[in-house]
């Protein structure tokens, strides 16, 4: 199965309790690290793929080294194969270490890098992929997933914000728990409860 998340900020302090930017509830980056890993690997699989839109972590740890290697053991304890298109926060450094730590999930790598986007097919639509918002003008059948905007949501029905903090999320029944990527039918259920909810405005 495919999932979606994005800005997951692991090891990010600035972002706790009353954040003026995307407050998590959370008193320690430890709690909130914890908090994501257990309910992502309640949903995701071993042999899921998980597309992560950027902004992994934060942590500004010396020698930088030391701050990758701890950002990469969280990524190891994650479910699932990880595509990753790089953030403003994701180093090239960064997925440089990751390259060379990789390893095999079943028959495939664990770590997928991208720089710009990836672009998909979901159901006779066209998914892309990027870390920022993309402003694609009139398009059809296409829907640009992104992350970076925490959470804001861009007032555009073909953008879809699948971090981990999006608003956006308010448009499912049911809301998963905290740091869960998103699986299809979710994304398919924000992208068409987003288009009912801008025709109102009409």
Aim: charged letters at 25%.
């Amino acid at each position: 199965m495919q999932f979606f998340t994005a800005d997951t900020h692991f090891f990010h302090e600035r972002l706790l309790g009353i954040s003026e930017f995307a407050p998590r509830p959370f008193l320690t980056v430890e709690d909130m690290n914890d908090t994501i890993i257990e309910n992502w690997n309640r949903r995701v699989g071993k042999d899921d793929v998980v597309y992560h839109l950027g902004d992994i972590a934060i942590l500004h740890t010396r020698p930088e080294k030391d701050a990758y290697q701890r950002i990469f053991e969280v990524l190891k304890k994650l479910n699932g194969r990880l595509i990753l298109i790089k953030g403003n926060h994701d180093s090239r450094n960064l997925f440089k270490y990751l390259e060379k730590h990789n390893y095999l999930v079943g028959n495939h790598l664990k770590f997928e890098f991208h720089d710009v986007g990836v672009l998909i097919k979901m159901n006779h639509r066209q998914y892309y992929m990027t870390h920022y918002p993309m402003m694609m003008g009139i398009v059809k059948q296409i829907i640009n997933l992104h992350g970076h905007i925490h959470h804001y949501s861009v007032p555009i029905k073909e953008n879809i914000n699948v971090g981990v903090d999006t608003p956006e999320a308010d448009y499912l029944k049911h809301k998963p728990p905290f740091g869960t990527p998103f699986s299809q039918q979710e994304i398919e259920e924000m992208v068409a409860q987003k288009q009912i909810d801008f025709a109102k405005r009409q």
